[in-house]
Nanobody
Framework: QVQLVESGGGLVQPGGSLRLSCAASGFTFGGYTMNWYRQTPGKERELVAT????????NYLDSEKGRFTGSRDNTKNMAYLQMNSLKPEDTGVYYC?????????WGQGTQVTVSS
């Protein structure tokens, strides 16, 4: 079955960086678009970045353009979200997501806390 496991979150100071990872299994990883979402306090879950099967990526939040970059390693069935210049408002739970056979799959999420 499809499984997604995020890791790499934690506590970081404003201006710091984190690299989130998503380990995927149960489907042909290289053929699917991977997405990163986040849920910040008081807000709906929102799409942060998409990483296409080809390796290209797209960011969706004005606040993180240029700061967040999605990537993947199809040889390792891994997706990544590099986050730089982190701000307190980036605090939240970050999820990876994939749509397989018309069904959305989610990982358990990884907590990112940006605070001094």
């Amino acid at each position: 079955q499809v499984q997604l496991v995020e890791s790499g979150g934690g506590l970081v100071q404003p201006g710091g960086s984190l690299r989130l990872s998503c380990a995927a299994s149960g489907f042909t990883f290289g053929g699917y678009t991977m997405n990163w979402y986040r849920q910040t306090p008081g807000k709906e879950r929102e799409l942060v970045a998409t990483v296409f099967a080809s390796g290209g990526s797209r960011n969706y939040l004005d606040s993180e353009k240029g700061r967040f970059t999605g990537s993947r390693d199809n040889t390792k069935n891994m997706a990544y979200l590099q986050m730089n210049s982190l701000k307190p408002e980036d605090t939240g739970v970050y999820y990876c997501n994939v749509l397989v056979a018309k069904r959305n799959y989610w990982g358990q999420g990884t907590q990112v806390t940006v605070s001094s």
